[in-house]
């Protein structure tokens, strides 16, 4: 089975610096997907970013990139100009690309990492 | 605005109590989920239906009976619910097929369930 792990609870960053959220996976997988989500207190989980596991490139979109490191099974997010909307719950999650109905189903979430930004 | 829409937003109601939680979705997708939310926890999957009929139960209690009457449309029967039921629970859908994975699964607002 696959787990996600999330080493830090809780993580801070001065409005407009840089943060950088670690996730680390376990899998024997060599074929899946990685997500950043992120979770307001408004509850719905948003999707920040998302990375093959076969792409070397690591994913960017806007002010939020990845550090994908496969082989130290390492996904960690930044984040460059931090907003005061930018807090919230972040969830790392993983997916295999295995069969729907089993493995490929499923949502492997980390327990998670609450980003506070203060002004 | 969610492309997953969940109705009702919130609900309390007491164990003996029969409800059920609706969700809708319009994006074509064939897979849908139900996932269970504590406070300050990742959600838990409970539900998987893939072109509508069920492939995963991660061995849920009875007491929470899923349905999926059509492509758009998943419910959430609940009866005899316990104290420990109340939580967050979050619909999800996606696309099922191989060629999709990489698609991620898109999330309603939930519903914030009570157990008096």
């Known amino acids: 089975a696959q787990t996600v792990t999330q080493s830090q609870p809780e993580m801070s960053v001065q409005e407009a610096e840089t943060v950088t959220l670690s996730c680390t996976y376990d899998t024997s997988e060599s074929d899946y997907y990685l997500f950043w989500y992120k979770q307001p207190p408004s509850r719905q989980m948003i999707l920040v970013i998302r990375?093959?596991?076969?792409?070397?490139q690591n994913a960017t979109e806007n002010r939020f990139s990845v550090n994908f490191q496969k082989a130290a099974k390492s996904f960690s997010l930044k984040i460059s100009d931090s907003q005061l909307g930018d807090a919230a719950m972040y969830f790392c999650?993983?997916?295999?690309?295995?069969?729907?109905?089993?493995?490929?189903?499923?949502?492997?979430f980390g327990e998670g990492t609450q980003l506070t930004v203060n002004p | 605005d969610t492309e997953v829409t969940q109705t009702p937003k919130h609900l309390v109601m007491g164990m003996t109590n029969k409800k059920s939680l609706k969700c809708e979705q319009h994006?074509?997708?064939?897979?849908m989920y139900w996932y269970k939310q504590k406070a300050k926890k990742p959600p838990e999957l409970m539900f998987v239906?893939?072109?509508?009929?069920?492939?995963i139960n991660e061995s849920v209690p009875s007491r929470f009976s899923p349905e999926c009457p059509n492509s758009s449309l998943l419910n959430l029967h609940l009866h005899a619910l316990q104290p420990e039921d109340s939580a967050l629970y979050l619909c999800a859908s996606s696309h099922p097929a191989r060629a999709d994975r990489h698609q991620p699964q898109h999330f309603g607002d939930g519903t914030r369930l009570s157990i008096l």
């Open positions: 990375q093959e596991a076969y792409k070397q």
């Open positions: 999650a993983y997916r295999s690309a295995g069969v729907m109905g089993t493995s490929g189903s499923r949502l492997t």
């Open positions: 239906y893939s072109y509508e009929k069920l492939s």
């Open positions: 994006m074509g997708h064939r897979a």
